[in-house]
T-cell receptor, first 113, second 114 residues
Framework: EDQVTQSPEALRLQEGESSSLNCSYT??????LFWYRQDPGKGPEFLFTLYSAGEEKEKERLKATLTKKESFLHITAPKPEDSATYLC??????????????FGRGTQLTVWP | EAQVTQNPRYLITVTGKKLTVTCSQNMNHEYMSWYRQDPGLGLRQIYYSMNVEVTDKGDVPEGYKVSRKEKRNFPLILESPSPNQTSLYFC?????????????FGPGTRLTVL
């Protein structure tokens, strides 16, 4: 059973058409939820870390929010250069230390002009 | 420049021939980890290390070994590679500052086991 589920698997948007990506998780003892962007053939690039429900972070056209069981990545007025796979990861806590880091399978975003 | 380096970037080998993929970071981070990425399965954590001489299993540790003898290096060892270990591998280094947990990934190593 997946600890982290992302939806949709793929999303096609026209330039300027805002939308949201979803990340839901079942990991207990959350110690952080991360969003990454990955371009083909490259390593993931860090975007945001969220720690507690109600927290929000923004960067250019991206805004990440967190509730108790899911996170959303909102993309406002996207541009073609925002096309990439967006990955969500959840950090498990293990007592006073960190446990495993679980990734979702990603949402492949395509923005066309 | 802050970076995570991996070598080699591409490797083709045969079943059973021991190999090591090196990983090095220049950011003095304590936390490092290895992942494999497969189509349809996403990124899965193989091993992680909280500090020197401290390592722990991730989600898919079978068939892999790691060592952390010094802070900057975290090699991944495949003692007897098999075709199901053909994958794209990423090393990552993590800054766990309070309120600013950030993970940096290397460029990846594409491994093919024949």
């Amino acid at each position: 059973e997946d600890q982290v589920t992302q939806s949709p698997e793929a999303l096609r948007l026209q330039e300027g058409e805002s939308s949201s990506l979803n990340c839901s998780y079942t990991v207990s003892g959350l110690r952080g939820l991360f969003w990454y962007r990955q371009d083909p053939g490259k390593g993931p690039e860090f975007l945001f870390t969220l720690y507690s429900a109600g927290e929000e972070k923004e960067k250019e056209r991206l805004k990440a929010t967190l509730t108790k069981k899911e996170s959303f990545l909102h993309i406002t007025a996207p541009k073609p250069e925002d096309s990439a796979t967006y990955l969500c990861a959840v950090q498990e806590g293990r007592g006073s230390t960190l446990g495993r880091l679980y990734f979702g399978r990603g949402t492949q975003l395509t923005v066309w002009p | 420049e802050a970076q995570v380096t991996q070598n080699p970037r591409y490797l083709i080998t045969v079943t059973g021939k021991k190999l090591t993929v090196t990983c090095s970071q220049n950011m003095n981070h304590e936390y490092m980890s290895w992942y494999r990425q497969d189509p349809g399965l996403g990124l899965r954590q193989i091993y992680y290390s909280m500090n020197v001489e401290v390592t722990d299993k991730g989600d898919v540790p079978e068939g892999y070994k790691v060592s952390r003898k010094e802070k900057r290096n975290f090699p991944l060892i495949l003692e007897s590679p098999s075709p199901n270990q053909t994958s794209l591998y990423f090393c990552a280094s993590r800054n766990q500052g309070v309120g600013q947990d950030t993970q940096y990934f290397g460029p990846g190593t594409r491994l093919t086991v024949l």
